[in-house]
């Protein structure tokens, strides 16, 4: 119990200083841990909703402290609480129901991820950041003449998106590619024209993030909808 706790903690850490880290980057970073150990912890936190995974490249970021608890009690806890532990998991796939839920938010499962895809502009079944990326070349497409800048007043990129922003211009999107993952959409087809440059949408997408680019799809008029 000692050592997972150790494990529990050494892992958190990591994540919360190294956001956007991916599997293999996590277990470089704690290669006194097995793998088994590495895939259980994350799970464990994706499950108690301290991390979340994004969907487009399999990244980590951590995201709270459950009702303010500490890794070490929740891992004390669950050695102490028999009982809750003996409790059976809800099965898989089961959303849970919220009241006053944001209806562009979709449900979330057990899982520890909101696993929502989204319907707009004729297209099915996005994901986060395929949505954002079709409402962003949705807006260019009502006001050509914007310019990458104009994006991200619109977008409002350090406020929605502080680490990547929404949309920058491909050759400094590039820069930001790491570990052969790039952090923005940057295949041919997915690059857009803004004016005489090229923009990139990033790919970094998660719950949190998305619920305040909703917010200003919104205010432009775009219906956003969760997929059936």
Known sequence: MKDTKKHHEAILEFVKSNPGSTLDGIKEGNPKVSDIMVRKVLKDFQTENIIAANDEDGSYTFVSKKNGATVESKVESKK???KEAAKPEPKAGKTVEKKNEDEDLGPKTYTGRDNSKYDFDGQKALSK???VLA?????VEDNPKASIAK????F????VQPRYGVVEEVGKAKKHTKNNRDRYFLKPEDIIKVANQKAAVTNQWGADSLKPLLAVAKTLGY???VSK
């Open 80 to 82: 102490l609480d028999k």
């Open 129 to 131: 950041g395929r949505l």
């Open 135 to 139: 409402i962003v070349r949705k807006y």
């Open 151 to 154: 994006l991200q007043e619109v």
């Open 156 to 159: 409002d990129s350090q406020k």
């Open 223 to 225: 219906k956003v909808v």
